[in-house]
């Protein structure tokens, strides 16, 4: 039985379990020291080392993987980990957060780092000399017509100032010119056409400004450049296959991220692994084995599936979940981290809806509210008629090939590369690669009478 009272503690639980449920990556210390688990260690030592060993100062690292499977967290905690050290400058950024994603291009890419790279500098009270600096913001405001005379005078009349407490109208005019690459399309088509044209003038200007942080901290400079994996594959194909090599040029470590799906294309991918030295990618955690997972009796990978309980239980107050279910909820997200935060999202709105209803209702007679098998199932209804609404007949036939083949029949489908993209089916790795469907897709073919 429940009081008034204990039906609004209990709310109050959900509603907090929903806060630590955002689909958003782990960016912060704090964010990582509360919620962050040991996951992939390895590669992000990979990582750290081919930025340590790489011979010159202009390493390019291609870093992949399914969306949803932590790689933005993994990058926050290398950026952190780089950090310490005290011999890098890393600046990381979100290309979404930057320039709309419909309009992304390598030329906007590389004019983005240009502002994220000085407005880093300001953030870090990065001591450059005026007169470059004037320059610097001459040369941002000309390109985005924006209105730079203020702060070319705040610079010249508070050079020291910058250094002792920074000065928020830099910081505020970095602001607005991201603003403009984000909202005002005609500044950045103008960018793109002028640039594109002269490709090499914005990379020498990007290389001036990492010449000067480098001079200025001591630090060599490291770019992290994440998000590139969620655009559109179309977008993303045109970039590094046709206009791979302007990223490559800057002279300083980049690290890009590229959706997986893209890299199924054989000379889109041949044309990368001949310019940088390995493409590192980061696997979706396996449940099962490719020998097992279509077995009645199989076992799940204990070392999996206490990860990702333990993903759930720093996010999950115990007591709102019936633990007969808290495995089925681990196993429906195929191994994707993402997925499974999705899906105890939902499982808590709809415990807060039923907790909402029986106060509006004074229904106090009622057993506490936890997540059971009935949420599940209502949890994973809603989220196979989302799976279904784009697919057609010859999508569940794909997808049933997959299914039984573990492999796709053209590698370079573009559909198969959509659904691949949109986490329809997934891509395992043992000694080889092999393809399964989503649990949540399998859930519906089955439903369809298609398995």
């Given at each position: 039985m429940s009081s008034l009272e204990e039906l609004q503690q209990q709310l109050e639980q959900f509603r907090a379990a929903s806060q630590n449920l955002?689909?958003?990556?782990?960016?912060?210390?704090?964010?990582?020291?509360?919620?962050?688990?040991?996951?992939?260690?390895?590669?992000?030592?990979?990582l750290e080392q081919a930025i340590d060993d790489s011979i010159g100062l202009d390493e390019k690292l291609i870093f992949t993987g399914h969306t949803g499977c932590g790689k933005s967290t993994l990058l926050a905690e290398l950026r952190f980990r780089l950090i310490?050290?005290?011999?890098?400058?890393?600046?990381?950024?979100?290309?979404?957060?930057?320039?709309?994603?419909?309009?992304?291009?390598?030329?906007?890419?590389?004019?983005?780092?240009?502002?994220?790279?000085?407005?880093?500098?300001?953030?870090?009270?990065?001591?450059?000399?005026?007169?470059?600096?004037?320059?610097?913001?001459?040369?941002?405001?000309?390109?985005?017509?924006?209105?730079?005379?203020?702060?070319?005078?705040?610079?010249?009349?508070?050079?020291?100032?910058?250094?002792?407490?920074?000065?928020?109208?830099?910081?505020?005019?970095?602001?607005?010119?991201?603003?403009?690459?984000?909202?005002?399309?005609?500044?950045?088509?103008?960018?793109?056409?002028?640039?594109?044209?002269?490709?090499?003038?914005?990379?020498?200007?990007?290389?001036?400004?990492?010449?000067?942080?480098?001079?200025?901290?001591?630090?060599?400079?490291?770019?992290?450049?994440?998000?590139?994996?969620?655009?559109?594959?179309?977008?993303?194909?045109?970039?590094?296959?046709?206009?791979?090599?302007?990223?490559?040029?800057?002279?300083?470590?980049?690290v890009y991220?590229?959706?997986?799906?893209?890299?199924?294309?054989?000379?889109?991918?041949?044309?990368?692994?001949?310019?940088?030295?390995?493409?590192?990618?980061?696997?979706?955690?396996?449940?099962?084995?490719?020998?097992?997972?279509?077995?009645?009796?199989?076992?799940?990978?204990?070392?999996?599936?206490?990860?990702?309980?333990?993903?759930?239980?720093?996010?999950?107050?115990?007591?709102l979940i019936d633990l007969t279910v808290k495995q089925q909820m681990l196993l429906k997200s195929g191994g994707v981290l993402r997925e499974l935060i999705r899906i105890v999202d939902r499982c808590c709105d709809k415990c807060k809806t039923d907790i909402r209803g029986q106060i509006r209702r004074s229904q106090f007679d009622k057993p506490p509210v936890v997540i059971n098998q009935q949420v599940l199932d209502q949890v994973m209804t809603d989220l196979q008629i989302e799976y279904a609404e784009p697919l057609g007949r010859n999508d569940y036939k794909l997808l049933k090939f997959i299914y039984d083949e573990f492999e796709p029949e053209d590698a370079e489908n573009q559909r198969f590369l959509d659904l691949l993209h949109g986490l329809y089916m997934l891509e395992y790795r043992n000694a080889a690669q092999w393809y399964d469907l989503s649990p949540i897709v399998i859930d519906l073919m089955r439903q369809r009478g298609d398995l």
């Open positions: 955002q689909l958003e990556p782990l960016l912060t210390r704090a964010a990582l020291q509360r919620l962050g688990v040991e996951y992939q260690t390895e590669l992000i030592d990979e310490e050290t005290g011999r890098y400058f890393v600046v990381m950024f979100s290309i979404a957060d930057t320039i709309e994603r419909s309009a992304v291009d390598h030329v906007n890419i590389l004019f983005s780092m240009a502002v994220q790279m000085l407005e880093a500098a300001e953030q870090q009270q990065v001591k450059l000399q005026p007169g470059i600096q004037k320059a610097l913001y001459q040369w941002l405001g000309k390109h985005t017509k924006t209105e730079s005379q203020a702060v070319e005078a705040e610079i010249e009349a508070n050079a020291q100032a910058a250094v002792k407490a920074g000065i928020p109208l830099l910081l505020e005019f970095l602001a607005a010119i991201k603003s403009k690459l984000k909202v005002n399309s005609v500044v950045r088509d103008e960018i793109s056409v002028e640039f594109a044209r002269k490709i090499s003038d914005l990379i020498a200007q990007i290389n001036v400004i990492q010449s000067y942080i480098m001079n200025a901290t001591g630090q060599q400079v490291v770019v992290i450049i994440d998000d590139l994996d969620k655009l559109d594959l179309s977008i993303t194909e045109s970039i590094f296959s046709k206009n791979i090599q302007p990223l490559l040029d800057p002279e300083f470590r980049i991220t590229i959706p997986i799906a893209t890299l199924r294309e054989v000379s889109l991918r041949r044309g990368i692994e001949q310019r940088v030295k390995q493409i590192y990618s980061m696997r979706v955690a396996k449940f099962f084995s490719k020998a097992t997972v279509r077995s009645s009796d199989r076992v799940p990978d204990a070392a999996c599936v206490e990860l990702f309980a333990e993903v759930l239980d720093k996010r999950l107050p115990p007591e």
